[in-house]
């Protein structure tokens, strides 16, 4: 393992993961963060594909010290599998933080370049990015400060990892999204992206231009400046609870000056807008979800319900619209208005009911930082429980890519009905990756544990506590008890 860089070399953007790692780091510092990280851990999954697994499973980590103060780093490989996210590359990522938890470092530092969830192994990489950016929020939580580099492109969901950071930073030429620019042209069209023009697609993902809508800072690519930057960053943080009301802040006001420009264009804004109270037979999904018939909406939007007499909490699904700024931004007032300064002797528990079509993927979307917005409710929701919320998921419907692993895939227990699905990845996607044809991709998102939508195909990599065919008054009670006890039965939380 290298030790440390230094003149002649001043950039980091050529540099392999090691030696990026090595490049910002004081001279003889460098080591193994554990033996289980530093032992082989190569992808189970891959084989199958005809693709040969790598020891690291494509991502580095390791502990340094940065102008003398102890930090731990992860570093993405974007030359194998284009730094997607495996189930091993997302358990490293878990482990990481975890133990950034016991050691207390001086920070976590994250170069990242990814495509975000690797589609050859899609539920249980998608459960294992689920899984890293609930630890990162906690390591926030834990006032360890975590900093992210984008030293390549970031995508899908490793953008929503890199925005839940306290600090997000790109170096020149590279760009950052949640939906890729195929994405958004194939459901849209070309009349709203072209994926091949590379001058549009810089002026939406590109550094200069998230820099410049305030959603990211830019850094030159200069080792020392880097370095200057995690220990300046490292010194400054301030508590999670600040900046999680700070970030709500600023991106409520994103959001009302994009409507503003909108208006003044005669322009749509971003997202479907929603009739002030909503119809409480139209939230439910058909009769499956009696839950809304004995609570009332405390917010005019009708995201958030209250059971009534007692202390239970009930999130409205996004149903058949899409989960975007707009109706992320609408659910976390709600959630922070009602729940994050809460003093009742009664314990409160949080159910967080997951169906939707997936995140909105808009040129709209984009320009305001959806993965960004994504990023800020899965830290509203990691606010609530560190401040004693239990927080429950329950996949009622579909749920779909980021809109899920951002919203009731955070919560530290989830059943689901079972008749949910889980879409990782479109089939359409998986078979431009996989190029399997339409037919046997057909076949294997009906019963691959890998591939596979019907919940139960989820549940079999542990991303399902337990699989019901109804939710009524007496099955809640019972979830709630169980989950006030830690009952064993719901073991996800990772």
């Excluded at 030159?220 to 930057?229: M, Q």
């Excluded at 991106?251 to 000056?257: D, K, N, S, V």
């Excluded at 931004?329 to 729940?339: F, I, M, W």
């Amino acid at each position: 393992m290298p030790t440390s860089y230094r003149l002649p070399i001043t950039s980091l953007r050529p540099l392999a993961p090691i030696d990026r790692i090595a490049a910002i780091a004081d001279a003889n510092s460098i080591g193994a963060v554990v033996a289980a990280l530093a032992s082989p851990r190569p992808s189970p999954h891959l084989a199958r594909w005809g693709i040969v697994a790598r020891d690291d499973d494509g991502i580095v980590v390791a502990r340094l010290r940065v102008h003398g103060r102890q930090v731990l780093a992860a570093a993405q490989d974007v030359r194998f599998l284009g730094g997607s996210v495996g189930a091993k590359h997302g358990e490293a990522l878990v482990r990481l933080f975890e133990q950034a938890r016991e050691e207390r470092p001086a920070a976590v530092v994250l170069l990242l370049a990814s495509g975000g969830v690797r589609l050859h192994e899609a539920n249980p990489a998608e459960l294992a990015l689920a899984r890293a950016l609930r630890g990162l929020l906690d390591t926030r939580v834990a006032g360890i400060p975590v900093l992210t580099l984008a030293v390549g492109d970031v995508f899908g969901g490793a953008s929503v990892v890199a925005c839940a950071s306290d600090r997000v930073a790109l170096l020149p030429e590279t760009r950052l999204g949640l939906s890729g620019p195929k994405v958004i042209e194939m459901v849209h069209g070309r009349d709203e992206l072209e994926a091949d023009d590379a001058d549009d697609v810089d002026k939406l993902f590109g550094e200069k231009a998230r820099a410049a809508a305030g959603q990211v800072e830019l850094l030159v690519d200069d080792i020392e400046a880097i370095r200057s930057w995690i220990a300046l960053a490292a010194r400054t943080q301030r508590s999670f609870d600040v900046e999680v009301l700070a970030m709500h802040a600023r991106l409520g006001a994103r959001l009302a000056a994009a409507e503003s420009n909108a208006t003044a264009r005669n322009q749509p804004t971003t997202g479907q807008r929603k009739p002030l109270f909503v119809d409480r037979d139209a939230v439910a999904t058909g009769q499956r979800l009696p839950l809304f018939v004995d609570s009332d909406a405390v917010d005019q939007s009708g995201w958030l319900w209250k059971v009534r007499g007692r202390p239970i909490w009930i999130t409205r699904p996004a149903g058949a619209s899409t989960f975007g700024p707009r109706q992320a931004h609408a659910l976390d007032t709600a959630l922070l208005a009602q729940l994050s300064g809460n003093k009742s002797e009664q314990a409160q528990t949080l159910i967080v009911i997951e169906d939707s079509s997936g995140h909105e993927a808009t040129r709209s979307a984009e320009a305001a930082g959806v993965a960004q917005y994504l990023a800020h409710h899965a830290a509203v929701l990691a606010l609530l429980r560190a401040r004693g919320v239990r927080v429950l998921g329950l996949l009622a419907g579909v749920g779909h890519s980021a809109a899920f692993f951002a919203n009731a895939l955070q919560a530290p227990f989830l059943c689901a009905l079972d008749t949910a699905r889980v879409i990782a990845m479109d089939p359409a996607a998986i078979a431009r990756v996989t190029r399997l044809d339409a037919a046997r991709v057909g076949a294997l998102i009906e019963s691959d544990p890998l591939l596979g939508q019907p919940v139960s195909c989820f549940a079999r990599t542990g991303g399902v506590s337990e699989i019901l065919s109804v939710i009524d008054d007496s099955t809640l009670a019972e979830l709630v008890a169980r989950a006030s006890a830690g009952s064993g039965v719901f073991g996800i939380t990772g």
